[in-house]
């Protein structure tokens, strides 16, 4: 045997890990010990050894692990195909990984990149890879650390190919609803990450609307927090038990140790964001969705960071304010059916976003494939996504959820609740902008007639931008500076 054949048999006696984990930090880490826990031997590689250790150390005995310490050891120690998880922080480290493993890896491989990546950047690499030969898959995760550990939500992209090789292996460690694993092929390039995003967006709205309802309860009740945590506890026994709700009455329920006082009235009221929320609204405002309540969610966050402004306002004046409720049950239900109504509304609106995401990119995404790998591991997993994935199944084309028989029967239920919450808020000053918005939104699809009619007769009046008739086909234009008469253009 020459010397580099016997250092080509070598290496592949060497290469027995099904995948490898690149980025061992928290998510990478318990991303590897799921992999491991569930029979696979799994190839370890972080830029600073002393992470890799550190996890065998702690938590060698999860499964069968390799040790590596430089990228070509890495992919050394990998069967071919070659399957790679990078597990870094989304942006330039990403490119830098991916790069330094395409030039070690060999036509037919695959590089997974399970972070919050923005679609466009997976489409990029995905077309630049495959130039290359090599498959390269932008991965959804969803679950938090725990999720990455125990069973999180996936949503891989790519090429269907690649599918056939990583799908069993990723089903194997999702989370697992009904024996149905939260992990599908979800389309081709950016595709996983564009839902992925769009999850997040709906995350935002959530914890938006849940901010709101406590908010309500705490201003327009005078609740204690205590209180309030017990009532969400309640409501995450019916239709609105999730995974946020159920954390709400944990986050309400604790108590700071130096001050006695709820953690809550300790945190400083200014909430931050990674980026994918954002980008989900700039990506409905370039597909023309109308995906308000995310919106609100992101806005609200900016504007409770923008301190120099929120300093400079502080006390200004509200004008004569409202009562406040005076049945404090029935106005308890009645901001849970606000709540109930506006997931809706959100959840409707992102999956409208991905519909035309879909249509944009031909990725051909399966509104009723997302509803069942979301009902598990993912941070917004909620009970009600069960009737998401029915409505789809009933109806694959369904052109809203609100108008899916189960959702408009239960929006229509909470419509007056929701009308009394919304203008109680405003009474008394509270500010409720998804609330609020999402009822606008609610009231402006169900319309007859909008006033985008009269936007239309002046955009015409000032750039003769034309205007269709509701009795005729064609374009139309005043001559507004002239007789006013009409004539077709
Ligand atoms: C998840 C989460 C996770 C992370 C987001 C939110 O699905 O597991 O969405 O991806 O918590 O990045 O981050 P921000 O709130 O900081 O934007």
Redesign the pocket.
């Known amino acids: 045997m020459t010397d580099a054949a016997s250092t080509t048999a070598q290496s592949d006696s060497a290469a027995r890990a099904q995948i490898g984990v690149t980025g061992l930090a928290v998510m990478g880490s318990n991303i590897a010990r799921n992999l491991a826990r569930h029979g696979h031997t799994v190839a370890l590689h972080n830029r600073s050894i002393a992470k890799t250790d550190a996890l065998l150390e702690k938590h060698g005995d999860d499964g069968d692990f390799v040790r590596t310490e430089t990228i070509e050891e890495f992919v050394g120690a990998l069967q071919r195909p070659r399957r790679v998880l990078i597990m870094v922080k989304a942006g330039d480290a990403t490119d830098a990984v991916i790069e330094e493993l395409a030039a070690a890896m060999e036509p037919g491989d695959i590089i997974i990149d399970g972070g ?1 990546a923005l679609y466009t950047d997976t489409i990029r690499r995905e077309r630049s890879l495959a130039d290359r030969g090599l498959h390269f898959v932008g991965a ?5 650390e725990e ?1 990455a550990l125990n069973g ?2 996936i949503m891989p992209g790519g090429p269907a190919e690649s599918y056939k090789s990583l799908g069993p292996l990723l089903e194997s460690i999702a989370a697992q609803v009904d024996g149905v694993p939260c992990c599908t092929h979800i389309g081709p390039d950016g595709s996983g990450h564009f839902v ?1 995003m769009v ?2 967006g709906i ?2 709205a959530d914890m938006q609307l849940i901010g709101e309802a406590y908010d309500l309860m705490r201003g327009a009740l005078g609740m204690p927090v205590a209180e309030i945590a017990e009532v969400f506890a309640e409501w995450n026994t019916g239709d609105l038990e999730s995974y946020l709700v159920e954390i709400t009455a944990e986050v309400l329920r604790q108590v700071d140790a130096e001050t006695g006082k709820p953690l809550v009235d300790v945190i400083v009221d200014e ?7 954002r980008w989900t609204v700039k990506s409905a405002l370039d597909l023309g969705i109308p995906t308000t309540g995310i919106a609100e969610a992101v806005f609200a966050r900016a504007l409770s960071s923008s301190r120099a402004t929120r300093d400079a306002a502080v006390g200004l004046a509200s004008g004569a304010l409202g009562a406040a409720p005076t049945d404090k049950a029935a106005f308890i239900n009645d901001i849970k059916a606000a709540l109930y109504a506006s997931k809706v509304v959100a959840y409707a609106q992102g999956f409208d976003q991905i519909a035309a995401g879909s249509a944009e990119y031909g990725w051909d995404v399966h509104p009723g494939d997302l509803a069942t790998i979301w009902r598990g591991g ?3 997993r909620a009970q009600f996504l069960n009737r998401i994935r029915e409505a789809y199944q009933e109806n694959p084309a369904l052109p809203s959820l609100l108008v899916a028989p189960y959702f408009k029967a239960a929006v229509e239920d909470g419509i007056d609740s929701w009308r009394r919450v919304v203008s109680t808020a405003a009474a008394m000053g509270i500010p409720a902008p998804a609330f609020g918005s999402s009822l606008a939104y609610y009231d402006g699809i169900r319309a007859e007639r909008l006033p985008a009619a009269l936007t239309q007769g002046l955009r015409d009046f000032f750039g003769a931008h034309t205007y269709r008739r509701v009795d005729k086909p064609g374009a139309f234009h005043t001559l507004w500076g002239e007789d006013r008469s009409e004539v077709e253009s």
Do not use: L, R, V
């Open positions: 919050n959804g995760i969803s679950g938090g999720g999180p939500s992925k999850h997040n995350e935002y909430a931050g964001q990674k980026g994918t929320g993912c941070i917004i």
